[in-house]
Nanobody, 119 residues
Framework: QVQLVESGGGLVQAGGSLGLSCAASGFTFRSTTMTWYRQAPGKQRELVAV???????NYADSVKGRFTISRDNDKNTVYLQMNSLKPEDSAVYYC?????????????WGQGTQVTVSS
C-alpha cells in the first residue's frame, strides 16, 4: 500500500531553518514526481515545491530562494530544506504524489507535519 510519512516539523524563530522529510513506500519512488504542499488555518492548501523523477524542480514564488526540495531515491525520501523562515510560512506541510490508475491519476497524501515560525 502507498504510504507517505512526513517528519521534521517543529517550532522555529523567524530567520531560522528547518528540514522536513517525507518517507515513501508502496510504489516506484524513483519514477515518480513528488510535491510539498502546505496549509495554514483558514487558508487553502498551496503548492510549495515540486521535484520530478529527473530531479527538475519548481517552487512557489513565496518560497523561491529560501526553500530547497531534493530527493534520495536510494532512501525513497523527499526533503524540503527551509531557510530564512518567516511567520507566514507557518502551516501544516504535506507530502504528495500522483500515481496512475486505469481511470486516471490518484492523489496520495501524508498525514502532515506542523511548522510554526515565531515572530
Amino acid at each position: 500500500q502507498v504510504q507517505l510519512v512526513e517528519s521534521g516539523g517543529g517550532l522555529v524563530q523567524a530567520g531560522g531553518s528547518l528540514g522536513l522529510s517525507c518517507a515513501a513506500s508502496g510504489f516506484t519512488f524513483r519514477s515518480t514526481t513528488m510535491t510539498w504542499y502546505r496549509q495554514a488555518p483558514g487558508k487553502q492548501r498551496e503548492l510549495v515545491a515540486v521535484i520530478s523523477s529527473r530531479s527538475s524542480t519548481n517552487y512557489a514564488d513565496s518560497v523561491k530562494g529560501r526553500f530547497t526540495i531534493s530527493r534520495d531515491n536510494d532512501k525513497n525520501t523527499v526533503y524540503l530544506q527551509m531557510n530564512s523562515l518567516k511567520p507566514e510560512d507557518s502551516a501544516v506541510y504535506y507530502c504528495n504524489t500522483k500515481l496512475g490508475a486505469t481511470w486516471g491519476l490518484r492523489d496520495y497524501w501524508g498525514q502532515g507535519t506542523q511548522v510554526t515560525v515565531s515572530s
